[in-house]
């Protein structure tokens, strides 16, 4: 019993030391949002809820990180996020000249080059879709975001060292992400961008590639597709305004390139916004975004439009209150219908 308790105490010490070495902190945020909205149609909503409605939902997200150098330079280390008290991304990372390589679930390559300058992705609200109970139920393929790319667990990343020039400030990210024994729909993803500033302007852009093969060896149907997305953008800072615009376009098909098949579809999505930050403690937006199926695919000439105002206070730092109004109209060429609703969000966050 002796050695063991000596043993068991060796090990504590150890692990103490290592742990006071490395770089470990603890970050976390909350929200609380209410809802308000009315449709056209009373099983417009993802949820079928009424034409008229409320929601209340409340969210949280704890995220734990550390790193720590060793002798010769090289930086490792890891992170988990709990998002409601489910483990939402899990992650290692590790870094030297030659850049960083990075394991785990996380955003790829093309995504973590595109969010945030997609207008609605950086809008008040906080994401694309003002609420997922109250966006109306688009013919497949229409788009909320610009955002280009996604979040896998099975996932490598490359990320390169920021190359300085006289022409500005260059970042690379590669990944690609395994789908898993069950399926063969593994996904590529490129992400290139550019940061600058000229007489006080700040300029940001990016482009981005997303690829995911086929689920399936099938030559027709739904695990027969294969899914190509491409995106870019720009973001201009001066002064307490920031505008960005971007653009992305996505085509689902088969792999010979053939659409005729249920679920295949070719469509463009592009958003628009501008901020303008009054003070330290008040930001106006305005943000407008469409989106539209390709003639030629099915539902061809579908159409999505959706314009939105807002503004943030921050009454104390680390607290904000948002107040946003979204407005939407989706189009329906082949049925011949429209559907037209409204969305009000007041949101109260904190992060410590």
Known sequence: MRKVLLATTALVAIGGVSAASADVSLSASASWTYDSWSDDTAAATASNATTNNTAATMDS????????????GMTFGGSIHVDDGVDDDARMHISDEWG??????????????????????????GTSSISSLTTPALTGGLGTSTVVGSEAKGQIMYTSPTLASGFGDITL?????DAGSASKGNATAMGLTYANEFDGVGITAHYATYDVDAAADASTGIGSLETDANGFGIKIAYGDFTVRAASKNQDVKEG???????????????????????????TLEAVTSSSELSTGSQNGGDT????????KYV????????????????????????NDGANTRLKVGVTF
């Open 61 to 72: 997200d704890f995220t734990i990180s550390g790193s720590t150098t060793s002798p010769s």
């Open 100 to 125: 960083q390589i990075s394991f785990g679930e996380h955003n790829d390559a093309a995504k973590s080059s595109s969010a945030g300058q997609s207008a609605l992705d950086a809008a008040i609200s």
């Open 173 to 177: 990210r590669i990944s690609e992400a």
């Open 256 to 282: 010979d390139g053939t659409m005729g098949v249920a679920g295949a579809y070719e469509s463009e999505t592009h958003d628009y916004g501008i901020t303008y930050a009054m003070s330290d403690t008040l």
């Open 304 to 311: 999505y439009e959706a314009s939105q105002v807002g503004v």
């Open 315 to 338: 009454p104390a730092t680390g607290m904000y209150i948002s107040l946003s109004n979204r407005s939407y109209e989706m189009k329906d060429s082949d049925a011949g219908t429209t």
